[in-house]
């Protein structure tokens, strides 16, 4: 089966710097991607990986290892905005999204 | 810049009813998505599109259909609404299906008595 691994829910502090992990088995890999979804609202793009290392974008990087089936996003400098679901979704040998249930970040001044 | 656009935003059915989730376009993306999301849970793919003329299942289509008759619009049809189809739905959009991001409406929440 395929199935993809985040954290139910992850704290951190105004300010400071979080990690939230994702790892994924699935049947085929053609990249990975990053979105934020706030209460009660859409999901949105944050970012895309498709090869290995790091990609960065403001505030948020993410990172990716094929071999390992492992992705992280970084989020910096986090701001209460932040606070939201993270959800990583992988793209599957049928070129189709197959979506995490998502990491819930908490944000506290 | 509509992007996406769902409505209905909320409805209650009675158990039984029917109804259609409608879902358009103005970005001009061949492909077009259903999903649907509980509490906890992360999105479900129910039907997907290609283009206009073609549509395929996803992982949980039992109990809906679709259609899609042009690039733009791509309704969502309950025949017969359950209390598990209770959920949001999400209607997205994408130029492609590799390597670029779905774009998502506003959702439509759905409840079935």
């Known amino acids: 089966g395929q199935n993809i691994d985040q954290p139910t829910e992850m704290t951190a502090t105004e300010g400071a710097i979080v990690q939230i992990n994702c790892t994924y088995q699935?049947?085929?890999?053609?990249?990975l991607f990053w979105y934020q979804q706030h209460a009660g609202e859409a999901p949105t793009f944050l970012s895309y990986?498709?090869l290995d290392g790091l990609e960065e974008k403001g505030r948020f990087s993410s990172f990716l290892s094929r071999s390992k089936g492992y992705s992280y996003l970084l989020l910096k400098e986090l701001q209460m905005k932040d606070s939201a679901s993270y959800l990583c979704?992988?793209?599957?040998?049928?070129?189709?999204?197959?979506w995490g249930a998502g990491t819930k970040l908490i944000i506290k001044p | 810049n509509a992007g996406v656009t769902q409505t209905p935003k909320f409805r209650i059915l009675k158990i039984g009813q029917s109804m259609t989730l409608q879902c358009t376009q103005d970005?001009?993306?061949?492909?077009m998505y259903w999903y649907r999301q509980d509490p906890g849970m992360g999105l479900k793919l129910i039907y997907y599109?290609?283009?206009?003329?073609?549509?395929d299942k996803g992982e949980v289509p039992n109990g809906y259909n679709v259609s899609r008759s042009t690039t733009e619009d791509f309704p969502l049809r309950l025949e017969l609404a359950a209390p598990s189809q209770t959920s949001v739905y999400f209607c997205?959009?994408?130029?492609?299906?590799?390597?670029?991001?779905?774009?998502f409406g506003d959702g439509t929440r759905l409840s079935i008595l």
């Open positions: 997205a959009s994408s130029y492609s299906a590799e390597n670029q991001p779905q774009h």
């Open positions: 970005m001009n993306h061949n492909y």
């Open positions: 599109s290609v283009g206009a003329g073609i549509t």
């Open positions: 699935t049947s085929g890999f053609n990249g």
């Open positions: 990986n498709v």
């Open positions: 979704a992988v793209v599957d040998s049928n070129y189709q999204l197959i």
